[in-house]
């Protein structure tokens, strides 16, 4: 049972435009929610992240957004660069001592 | 100020072996924990460790095990091993278990079972 889908395996965008990269939650217990980015053989980076208090949180060119009742956010590049081609995790938490729950990634190829 | 280390960076065993992952944390990080990543599985929770407890368990077989040091040091433990265990593991510290800016992960260990 996934918790936490991202069911775009891949995204191809031109470099300068806007990369969309979505995910959904069935854990409605969930109320923080976090982007990780990954190159070929590093671990996954912290990218920004939300609490469920909030819809929309903002750091540079990118932008989390949170839809509560449909479960779904989304983090928006804008612009992309070719520097920002990566695997691109969501993750989501609950309260009290639980752990990270990751989605299956988004691979993103921005194109010069 | 160092990262998350994670050793060996590679490593090949044969099925039914048993190897040892490492992972040091970032000083003053008392939360460690491990990932599975896969193709096409993403990042699967194994366990986490806080002040040499574990703290949560995924849902994998016995044969996964892991402890951590009073110097927060972790290693994790893989016995017989199978050749669906190929994969990525991750380490990932932070000041508690539950911290507002999740994780700092290692650079991870790949295995690979033949």
């Known amino acids: 049972d996934q918790q936490v889908k991202q069911n775009s395996p891949s995204l191809s965008v031109q470099e300068g435009r806007i990369s969309i990269l979505n995910c959904d939650y069935t854990?409605?217990?969930?109320?923080?929610f976090l982007w990780y980015k990954k190159y070929p053989a590093e671990g996954p980076t912290f990218l920004i992240s939300i609490s469920s208090i909030k819809d929309k949180n903002e750091d540079g060119r990118f932008t989390v957004f949170l839809n509560k009742s449909a479960k779904h956010l989304s983090l928006h590049i804008v612009p992309s660069q070719p520097g920002d081609s990566a695997v691109y995790f969501c993750a989501a938490s609950g309260s009290g001592n639980t752990p990270l729950v990751f989605g299956k990634g988004t691979r993103l190829s921005v194109i010069a | 100020k160092a990262g998350v280390t994670q050793t060996p960076r590679y490593l090949i065993k044969t099925r039914g072996q048993q190897v040892t992952l490492s992972c040091s944390p970032i000083?003053?990080?008392?939360?460690v924990s491990w990932y599975q990543q896969t193709p096409g599985q993403g990042l699967q929770f194994l366990f986490e460790y806080f002040s040499e407890t574990q703290r949560n368990k995924g849902n994998f077989p016995g044969r996964f095990s892991g402890r951590q040091f009073s110097n927060s040091r972790s290693e994790m433990n893989v016995s017989t091993l199978e050749l669906g265990d190929s994969a990525l593991y991750l380490c990932a510290s932070s000041l508690e278990v539950r911290t507002g800016y999740g994780y700092t992960f290692g650079s991870g260990t790949r295995l690979t079972v033949v």
């Open positions: 854990n409605s217990m969930f109320d923080y």
């Open positions: 000083s003053g990080h008392r939360s």
